[in-house]
C-alpha cells in the first residue's frame, strides 16, 4: 500500500488537534530503539512488527482516530494496512514523519516514557521536591541515622540492584506503606529510583499527602549514588511493610484529602457500568493499580494491571488515546487515590476512581489477559525436539524476533537475531528457501503472530511453540552474544546501566543531564497541558528544615 493512497495529516493540523483535546492516539511505529532517538513528545511506541500484540491494549476502541508516525513515511503504510486488516477504521499518516513535523518547527524529544519523565521534572522544578545528595546520605548512613530509605521501583528492579539498606516500595505503595516502614514520625524517610523521575514522584507523594515524616528524593537516584563511586547491592528482597489496621486507616485519611485536593472524581459501579456502555463510543481503560501480585490472586473481570508508579511514569505505555476515561481500582482507599491524584495533573485523561467496597462483582484470578490481533490464516507451530532434529541435520534457520538484549543473554545456537520490524525486508537476504524458516521470540506469541502474517510470502514458515524460554528450559543447544544479530540494538533503548562502568557512567551524566533539559523543551513546545497542584501540607516545611539542619551538620 501506498502512502498516496492514505490519508495524510499535515504537522500544524495534528499540532492542532491535539491542542484541541479531543480523542485521538498516535502511534510511533519505529522499534523503540530508533523512536527513542527522534519521537514526538505525545507518541506511543507501536512498533510495526509487535502491532498485532500490543494496539489493542493502546488503542482498544477501533473508532479512535489513530495518526501512525515513522521518520518519513517509510513504515507507517504497511502499519495502517495491518491495522485495517486488524478492524481498525480511522487511521491516518503524519506527513513526512517526524523529519516533516521538526522541519513544520515543531519540537522533536529523545528518550522513552517522555511524558511521565518530564512530568517529574516540571514537578521538582516548580514544587521545589524536597532532596539529599547520596554523599550525603552515605554519610547518615554511616553514623546510623535515623532514616529509611524507600525504592520506588518494582521488585524486579530493585532486586536487580539498590542503594544499600533500601526497602523496595514501588510507587503507589509509597503513600500506603511509608508510615509502616518509618520506625517513628522523626524518621526521615528517602526516596530513591534508578534515576530521577520515580525518586521525585515518590518523595512529593508523600508531601502531597502530608505525612507526619521529613522527606526527600534522592537526587539522580541509584545512577547519582554509583556516580559518586558507591557501591549498590543486589538480590536483596527486603520489602516495606503492610500498614496495620490504624496506620490504614490514617493514610486512607492522607489519600483522601490530597485526591480531593487534586479535584479526583469518585465515581459508584453505577456510573462505572454506564462508562462500560459507552465505550464505544469515548475509549475507556480500567486499570488495578495494586501490586501485579495481589491482581494475579484476584481482580474485576476485564481489569487491566497497572501498578500505580509505572502507570504514572510510563502513562504512554498504558494508555495509546489520549483524552480517554481511565478508571482506577484498588481494595485500600489509598494507591488509587493517589496514582488519580497525579494522573490529573498531567492534563490529557479524564481520571476517576472506582469507590465500591461491595465484594459481590465477579472476580478472576491470575496474570493479565493479553488481547492480540493476527492476520487469517493458521500458524504452522514446531515443537523443540523437532527443530533440535532438523537443526541437527542442516533444514532449519532459525531467526529470533523478540529482544536484542535477551539474545546476547542466551539463544538457541546457530539462531540469528532481526528486530521484528525489520523482519520483512531483511528476509530475501537472509533466507536461501532451502531450509525451513522457524521463528522464535520469549514465549512463541511473538512469532506466532509474524509466522501468520509471512505465510502468504514464505509459505512453510513455522513459530516455535513455547518459544525460547522452552528451548533453554529443555537444556538444549544455545548460545550467547551478539553473533548473529543482524539488525544491531534498534529493537531496544539501552538503560545506561547496560553498559560497562567506564561508558556506563558517560551515559549516566548524559541520562541526568536529559531529565534536567525537559522542562525547558517543554516551554519551547508550547504544547504539554500539564497542570501542577501544590498541596500545601506542612510535610514540605518539615522537610526543608530537617534537610537544612542536616547540611549544617555533616
Avoid at 546520605?137 to 536487580?160: I, M
Amino acid at each position: 500500500m501506498s502512502q498516496s493512497n492514505l490519508p495524510l495529516i499535515a504537522p500544524a493540523a495534528l499540532r492542532a488537534a491535539l491542542a484541541a483535546r479531543r480523542e485521538i492516539a498516535i502511534l510511533d511505529v519505529r522499534e523503540e530503539g530508533v523512536s527513542a532517538r527522534r519521537r514526538l513528545f505525545y507518541s506511543s511506541i507501536a512498533p510495526i512488527g509487535r502491532l498485532g500484540l500490543v494496539v489493542g491494549q493502546l488503542v482498544p476502541r477501533f473508532t479512535t482516530p489513530i495518526v501512525l508516525v515513522d521518520e518519513a513515511g517509510e513504515t507507517t503504510p504497511r502499519a495502517a494496512a495491518l491495522l485495517r486488516r486488524f478492524g481498525y477504521t480511522d487511521v491516518s499518516i503524519l506527513e513526512g514523519g517526524v523529519s516533516g513535523w521538526e522541519s513544520a518547527g515543531f519540537e522533536v524529544f529523545t528518550g522513552t516514557n517522555v511524558p511521565g519523565k518530564a512530568f517529574g521534572e516540571i514537578i521538582e522544578h516548580r514544587l521545589s521536591t524536597p532532596n539529599i545528595d547520596s554523599a550525603t546520605l552515605k554519610q547518615l548512613q554511616d553514623a546510623d541515622h535515623d532514616l529509611v530509605v524507600l525504592d520506588s521501583r518494582p521488585f524486579p528492579e530493585y532486586q536487580t540492584m539498590n542503594i544499600p539498606g533500601g526497602v523496595e516500595c514501588a510507587g503507589a505503595e509509597l503513600v500506603y506503606r511509608a508510615l509502616a516502614a518509618a520506625p517513628s514520625p522523626d524518621t526521615l524517610i528517602v526516596v530513591n529510583c534508578a534515576g530521577r523521575t520515580r525518586s521525585i514522584l515518590g518523595a512529593q507523594s508523600l508531601v502531597n499527602a502530608g505525612i507526619p515524616n521529613p522527606v526527600a528524593a534522592l537526587t539522580g537516584g541509584s545512577m547519582g549514588w554509583l556516580l559518586e563511586g558507591f557501591e549498590l547491592q543486589r538480590g536483596q528482597i527486603r520489602t516495606a511493610p503492610r500498614p496495620d489496621d490504624a496506620t490504614l486507616a490514617e493514610t486512607q485519611a492522607l489519600a483522601r484529602q490530597a485526591a480531593a485536593k487534586a479535584g479526583v472524581v469518585e465515581i459508584d459501579r453505577a456510573t462505572l457500568a454506564r462508562f462500560e456502555s459507552e465505550a464505544g463510543t469515548h475509549t475507556l481503560y480500567r486499570f488495578d493499580v495494586r501490586d501485579p501480585r495481589e491482581y494475579e490472586t484476584g481482580h474485576r473481570v476485564g481489569w487491566r494491571s497497572a501498578p500505580g508508579g509505572q502507570l504514572v511514569q510510563a502513562t504512554d505505555e498504558y494508555v495509546g488515546t489520549l483524552h480517554a476515561r481511565v478508571v482506577l481500582s484498588d481494595d485500600d482507599g489509598v494507591r488509587a487515590r493517589m496514582t488519580a491524584s497525579w494522573l490529573v495533573q498531567l492534563g490529557y485523561l479524564e481520571v476517576f476512581v472506582l469507590n465500591d467496597d461491595d465484594a459481590s462483582p465477579a472476580f478472576e484470578t491470575g496474570a493479565e489477559r493479553s488481547l492480540i490481533f493476527r492476520t487469517p490464516g493458521r500458524t504452522q507451530w514446531i515443537d523443540a525436539d523437532h527443530l533440535a532434529q532438523a537443526l541437527e541435520q542442516g533444514n532449519a534457520l532459525v531467526i529470533d524476533v523478540d529482544s536484542s538484549l535477551d539474545f546476547r543473554r542466551a539463544h538457541i545456537a546457530g539462531a540469528r537475531f532481526v528486530a521484528a520490524s525489520a523482519l520483512e525486508e531483511r528476509l530475501a537476504e537472509i533466507d536461501d528457501t532451502s531450509r525451513r524458516l522457524v521463528l522464535t521470540s520469549g514465549d512463541g506469541v511473538l512469532a506466532g503472530l509474524l509466522a501468520s502474517q509471512l505465510r502468504e510470502r514464505r509459505p512453510g514458515v513455522a513459530a516455535l511453540l513455547g518459544g525460547t524460554q522452552r528451548w533453554l528450559a529443555l537444556g538444549l543447544a544455545q548460545a550467547s552474544g551478539d553473533e548473529g544479530n543482524l539488525t544491531g540494538d534498534d529493537d531496544a533503548w539501552y538503560s545506561p546501566y547496560a553498559y560497562a562502568q567506564e561508558e556506563g557512567a558517560r551515559q549516566m551524566q548524559a541520562y541526568l543531564a536529559w531529565e534536567l533539559q525537559l522542562p525547558a523543551q517543554l516551554e519551547r513546545d508550547g504544547l504539554a497541558s500539564i497542570d501542577v497542584i501544590d498541596f500545601d501540607t506542612p510535610t514540605y516545611a518539615r522537610s526543608a528544615a530537617r534537610l537544612a539542619s542536616l547540611r549544617e551538620t555533616t
